[in-house]
């Protein structure tokens, strides 16, 4: 690895902390490099009287729940992962100073009603919520969503849960476009997928049927809030591009629409990530 990008080196990464030690409070680790900031924003919000001046990612979850281990008796120390789909499956590890969100993924609280309305506000500042609503139902749209999405995440769940090792299909912008056209069809590349984990699924007993083990797991998670499970990356190239084809947002990068989104979002949601890491600081 060159010596010019120290910070892709783990060792880099665990060693950040050291300079900040007389700045922290407390240090707060996450897994995904480029989400510091947007933690921190998040986190200084929800710690009033808590002094950060940076959080540290260690560059994949894995890294982050070895640290957490590590440093299990660090009060000094917090780790913050991704729900992803280890509570459906099990793998849900049991550290005193690891926290995981209660959601799939941190992009999944920034689909919030409040965060979308004031990005169509900035576009169209006189736009009254009467107007918006003609043209746009927050709770209609993801909820079609979530209905379109999900069968594609249970079969990503059943790639895990049998250890298939296929590579599950992003889901990008551009797919706005088969999801608008019926809530039904998906790209070809993510029919790909399905029909894949089908076969594959053969391969291990010739009795299994995708259909029947996707029931299952509709099963299994019965209660729960679909968009909570699916991926949250999923859901807003969703949201965007019918945001965007209705003229109702400004064009953005993904990264862009995030940062704007969790700036306005409703913190509530994520006041249990404050509280856990006050029980840890004790």
């Known amino acids: 690895m060159s010596a010019a990008f120290p910070e892709a080196s783990l060792s880099f990464l665990r060693g950040q902390d050291i300079l900040y030690q007389q700045f922290n409070d407390i240090d707060i680790y996450v897994e995904d490099t480029g989400k510091e900031r947007m933690y921190f924003n998040i986190l200084t919000s929800l710690l009033p009287g808590v002094k950060l001046s940076k959080i540290f990612s ?57 965060a979308i309305l004031e990005q169509i506000r900035e576009k169209k500042p006189s736009i009254g919520d009467v107007e918006i609503a003609a043209d746009f139902q927050f709770e209609e749209e993801t909820h079609k969503i ?20 296929i590579e599950y299909p992003t889901i990008e912008l551009k797919d706005y476009q088969d999801y608008c056209r019926s809530g039904e069809v998906y790209a070809p590349r993510i029919e790909a997928f399905v029909e894949l984990v089908g076969k594959a699924l053969k391969e291990v007993d010739g009795s299994f049927s995708l259909d029947e083990i996707i029931k299952k797991e509709k099963m299994i998670i019965k209660g729960r809030a679909p968009l909570d499970l699916i991926p949250g990356k999923w859901t807003l190239a969703l949201l965007k591009g019918v945001l965007q084809r209705k003229k109702l947002i400004y064009q953005r990068t993904d990264d862009s629409f995030c940062y704007l989104l969790a700036k306005d979002m409703n913190y509530d949601n994520l006041r249990f990530v404050a509280e856990s890491i006050n029980r840890i600081r004790q």
Do not use: T
């Open 58 to 114: 260690l560059g994949g979850k894995d890294n982050v729940i070895r640290e957490a281990q590590a440093h299990d008796s660090d009060n000094k120390k917090v780790y913050i992962v991704d729900l992803d789909f280890d509570d459906i499956l099990g793998k849900k590890k049991r550290i005193r100073n690891l926290v995981y969100l209660e959601r799939y993924s941190i992009e999944n609280y920034f689909i919030d009603k409040n």
């Open 146 to 165: 979530a209905r379109y999405l999900i069968k594609v995440a249970l079969v990503a769940v059943i790639v895990q849960r049998f250890d298939l090792g």
